[in-house]
């Protein structure tokens, strides 16, 4: 079992729509959780971060973290198609290293 | 503002061959990584380096070395590389100790092929 589990995708949304990426970790110490948007070629960006249990909003983003379930997940409303990226959670475990998903492919469409 | 500087971005080399890929910071941060990103697994850490002259093996360290030149520089080294080392590579940096924030900054990467 990987150490964090992401739906490889491709997701894909319209434009203005909300996009859901969900994550799932083992690691029951793990203390904070990270959402990294990586662009074709290109190299990651963080976007998100959060340490608490709830929701923590930026913009039209969401970070939602559950560490009862071990689940983190991020929603982007109104999606663009500038939002159109490879979407990778990121753990920070007990051993305080970060462990990155596989990462999921999001596609708004026009 | 130049941030991670890695070098090169591409080179091919032949089985056996070797190779050092180096990456700088200008941002003054404690903590620098090197990560291998292949398709379907993510990213994967081969070393790091918490702070100038200290290193430590990550994930998939096997095949590598690394140096800690200064507090701006951390090179990795491909001693006798082989095909399953095709992969891009990215360096990383990040400002506190290891890992406080999470905000990694990361290089454009390097993509190597290994005939």
């Known amino acids: 079992q990987k150490e964090v589990e992401q739906n490889s995708g491709p997701l894909s949304v319209p434009e203005g729509a909300i996009a859901s990426l969900n994550c799932t970790y083992s690691d029951r110490g793990s203390q904070s959780f990270f959402w990294y948007r990586q662009y074709s070629g290109k190299s990651p960006e963080l976007i998100m971060f959060?340490?608490?249990?709830g929701d923590k909003e930026d913009g039209r983003f969401t970070a939602q973290l559950n560490k009862a379930s071990q689940y983190v997940s991020l929603l982007i409303r109104d999606s663009q198609p500038s939002d159109s990226a490879t979407y990778l959670c990121a753990v920070q475990g007990s051993a305080r290293q970060l462990t990155f998903g596989s990462g999921t492919q999001l596609t708004v469409l026009p | 503002n130049a941030g991670v500087t890695q070098t090169p971005k591409f080179q091919v080399l032949k089985t056996g061959q070797s190779m050092t890929l180096q990456c700088a910071q200008d941002m003054n941060h404690n903590s620098m990584y090197w990560y291998r990103q292949d398709p379907g697994m993510g990213l994967r850490l081969i070393y790091y380096s918490a702070s100038e002259g200290t290193t430590d093996k990550g994930e998939v360290p096997n095949g590598y070395n690394v140096s800690r030149l200064n507090k701006r520089e951390f090179s990795l080294r491909l001693e006798s590389a082989a095909p399953s080392q095709t992969s891009v590579y990215f360096c990383?940096?990040?400002?506190?100790?290891?890992?406080?924030?999470?905000?990694?900054?990361f290089g454009e990467g390097s993509r190597l092929t290994v005939l």
């Open positions: 990383a940096s990040t400002k506190l100790g290891h890992m406080n924030t999470g905000e990694l900054f």
């Open positions: 959060i340490y608490s249990n």
